[in-house]
Each structure stands twice: as structure tokens, then as C-alpha cells.
């Protein structure tokens, strides 16, 4: 991945290299390109989502030119390299997609599941006295987030400032009629979570 500004040198392949060699810093910033393009805003490059969230791959590459020079093995890099497995391609890496938190419109059949007893998420202090009125709400996205490890609500939280982290009473949700569901990569989701099964951690 190149920015416009920038002169891409001709580079020396190892015989066994798969993907072009982004540093962590390039990841993540083509991490958090992909996920404004592919989640929230398609329309700032001028490509349209399917219904289920895919996109051309060839389509995006190209449209993408107009901010940052990718390739299909840059894409391959972030989708494979990405700790928390944001996108997927699917079976002939024609088409590409973000897994969850959409605001843009679209119509992703997650599967649903029976959850583990408790989940975790992670949130800041100054969101806790809405939380505790009004329970947590999907607001913009399609879904709540939810995760099944402390540490990946605390790290959630932590993007925002102090980590507060709740814990969720999935069994009494489910016990109540609430369903719940799982992303490709493994997050699970439900539609709102009311303040009396929430309890504040730390």
C-alpha cells in the first residue's frame, strides 16, 4: 500500500512470498481505511455495498486510487494479518467484506447461537450513568458488541480513555427471549442489552 504522494521503488521477491511486506504501522492504517470504506461510508470512493455487505475486490482497487495506490496481496495482508480478523474474502478472493459493526445499510445473516453464561464489554466512565438508565443500545451499528475475554473489552475500552468493563448476563438474556448471534470473526451480537443485566467490573 502507497499513498499518492508516494513513488513505489521496484522491490526484490523472496521465491516464497506471498504478500507484499506492509510494516505494522501500513496495516493499520489501510486496517482502519477499509473499515471507514467497507463499514461506514462506501460512497467517499463511490462503491456500493451488496446487500450482505461484499464488494468487488477489482472494483475496490480501482476506485480506491483516487486516495491510496492497494493491491490484492496488500488486501490479502490485512484480512489475514489483522488481530482481529475485520474482513474476509470469500472462496476466490474475488469479493471482500467487513465482518460486523456496520453503520452503512446492509442485511448480514449472522448465525445465532445460545451465548456463554456471561460476555464482556468495554466502555469509558463517562458513558456509565446512560448505560445504567438505559442499558447498552446498538445506537448507529446493527448490533451490540459483546466478547467472551475481559482483556478484549478492556482493550475496547481502552480506545476511549480508562477502561470500565460489564459485564453481561447472557444466560438470564436468553432465559428472557433475547437472541444472540456470532460474527465470522467472533463477535457476538445482540440487539440491546437492558440495564438489569449488566454488571460494572472495574
Not at 451465548?115 to 445504567?132: C, E, M, N, R
Request: with cysteine; hydrophobic share 35%.
Amino acid at each position: 500500500m502507497i499513498s499518492k504522494k508516494q513513488t513505489k521503488k521496484p522491490q526484490k521477491k523472496k521465491q516464497n512470498l506471498i504478500y507484499s511486506l506492509m510494516n505494522k504501522s501500513q496495516q493499520i492504517t489501510l486496517s482502519k481505511t477499509l473499515s471507514y470504506w467497507l463499514r461506514h461510508k462506501p460512497e467517499k470512493i463511490g462503491l456500493v455495498l451488496e446487500k450482505d455487505g461484499w464488494v468487488d475486490v477489482s472494483e475496490l482497487i480501482e476506485k480506491a486510487k483516487s486516495e491510496i495506490y492497494i493491491t490484492l496481496d496488500d488486501l490479502k495482508q490485512v484480512v489475514e494479518e489483522n488481530d482481529k480478523q475485520r474482513f474476509s474474502f470469500n472462496e476466490d478472493y474475488t469479493k471482500i467484506k467487513a465482518n460486523q459493526g456496520h453503520t452503512a445499510e446492509v442485511d448480514i445473516k449472522f448465525t445465532k447461537i445460545v451465548p456463554p453464561v456471561v460476555l464482556y464489554h468495554g466502555t469509558v466512565d463517562k458513558f456509565l450513568a446512560s448505560i445504567k438508565k438505559q442499558g447498552l443500545t446498538k445506537q448507529k451499528r446493527h448490533h451490540v458488541h459483546l466478547s467472551k475475554d475481559k482483556e478484549v473489552a478492556i482493550n475496547v475500552g481502552s480506545r476511549r480513555g480508562k477502561p470500565v468493563v460489564l459485564e453481561i448476563d447472557c444466560k438470564a438474556m436468553l432465559s428472557d427471549g433475547y437472541d444472540f448471534f456470532v460474527s465470522d470473526n467472533g463477535v457476538y451480537l445482540t440487539d440491546s442489552v437492558p440495564s438489569k443485566y449488566i454488571k460494572v467490573l472495574q
